[in-house]
């Protein structure tokens, strides 16, 4: 399967997660990557077998381990390496495990680990010191991310039981390729879903911009500068026509096949009012719910002893994925942008029980999302209800 294959499949995931999430997450505004949850769930697929495996295969749209792990060594060569030493966006994403020190992993999935996701492998001992390993694991979020992510693992996650973790970071800062003019940002009526309104700061610009109209709803591209390579960031706003849109524009995103590659603007345009609210987002969830209603369910349950590829131990029969968190935050503001993303999958051992000038407004709820553009792969992806909540 080549790249550009596996990125459509993967974004395919992406928007049926993001479907998922913010349908349930109506009244607050919300950022994730689901590229982090993405690396997460293939590094549990290559410690998988049988059934589990296949299902995991099948929600990941790929035909064998080899094609996923393929496609992982290739983003984090390709598309998450960092660009900011020529000007480019500065990009950070990084594996690490944390196993217990008495399960010695099996020779084939620390091989994956350690030359695919290019994992940091810590031997813990989760038996005596479960609050201590979680401790280390949040630090080390919080380290990778710039100090944006705070305890991707909430109290209580880590315990006695837990036999590993798996957690990746992500980090993207962006510059605009052109900036906003803090002088013109100025406060006005941002209308919320239940008709009420607040005042929250919007940034405006006179010059062109990449907008194109559908039916229904605009799409707003704003690049980011480029470094030397050929990879092209950007970040896209998805407004609904409607003030009360929202919720059906991201039912259409999450149900048709190739929405972002049919609804992204092409060339530059005229633009009458053009506003943009300012906006700082901080969201956490617990994945796991989300993913078993959209057909992932064995990894969660651990009946078949389908994670038992992972380490060298009888145990490895009995494990199972407990909870899959994941904490992302991202700032918008004039210079650009800023965002972060951590995700951490605590692995147990079961209990053996266009025509004229195009106005874009973004007075109302939108969906928002930062993808490369040359490979069409989402880094991050959320919307915005309210810009004037703090994060």
């Known amino acids: 399967m080549d790249l550009r294959e596996s990125i459509a499949n993967e974004t395919n995931v992406a928007l049926q997660i ?9 009244e607050t505004n919300l950022v994730f990557s689901p590229l982090s949850i993405h690396v997460i769930l293939s590094l549990i697929a290559s410690g998988s077998k049988g059934k589990t495996l296949d299902e995991m295969l099948s929600f990941l749209k790929s035909s064998c381990n080899g094609d996923l792990n393929s496609f992982s060594s290739e983003l984090v060569a390709l598309i998450l390496a960092d660009g ?10 990084v594996n690490g495990v944390w196993i217990e020190k008495s399960l010695p992993m099996k020779p084939y999935f620390k091989d994956i680990v350690d030359s695919v996701y290019k994992a940091a492998s810590n031997q ?30 909430p109290s209580g996650s880590v315990d006695h039981s837990t036999k590993l973790i798996f957690a990746n970071a992500l980090y993207f800062k962006g510059t605009w390729n052109e900036k906003f003019d803090g002088s013109e940002t100025k406060h006005q009526d941002f209308h919320l879903l239940n008709g009420t309104k607040v005042q929250t700061p919007f940034m405006t610009s006179k010059k062109k911009q990449f907008v194109s109209e559908f039916n229904g709803f605009k799409v707003l591209g704003l690049s980011y500068k480029q470094g030397e390579d050929k990879r092209r960031f950007s970040m896209y706003f998805y407004l609904p ?24 603007p092409s060339q530059q345009v005229e633009v009458g009012q053009f506003k943009i609210p300012k906006f700082k987002i901080s969201f956490g969830f617990e994945a796991s719910s989300h993913l078993k209603e959209l057909g992932l369910v064995l990894p969660f349950s651990g009946d078949d002893g389908g994670l038992s590829e992972m380490v060298d131990s009888v145990q ?21 942008t800023e965002a972060a993303a951590a995700s951490a999958a605590v692995i147990k051992l079961r209990s053996l029980q266009m025509s004229g000038p195009i106005d874009f407004v973004a007075d109302h709820p ?4 930062i993808r490369e553009d040359m490979t069409g792969m989402v880094l991050f992806v959320g919307h915005i209800v309210n810009p004037a909540l703090e994060a």
């Open 18 to 26: 993001a479907k998922q999430v913010m349908l349930k997450e109506k």
């Open 84 to 93: 900011s030493h020529t000007g480019g966006p500065l990009l950070r994403f």
């Open 124 to 153: 813990v001992d989760f038996q005596n010191k479960a609050v201590e390993v979680a401790n280390e694991v949040n630090l080390w979020a919080e380290k990778e991310t710039n100090g944006l992510i705070k305890e991707v693992l």
């Open 241 to 264: 026509d409607a003030q009360n849109g929202l919720a059906a524009l991201v039912e259409k995103m999450g149900s048709e096949p190739d929405f972002l590659n049919r609804h992204i």
């Open 316 to 336: 490895g029969q009995n494990l199972y994925v407990s909870s899959i968190h994941h904490k992302s935050f991202i700032e918008v503001n004039e210079e650009g």
């Open 366 to 369: 939108f969906i928002f999302l």
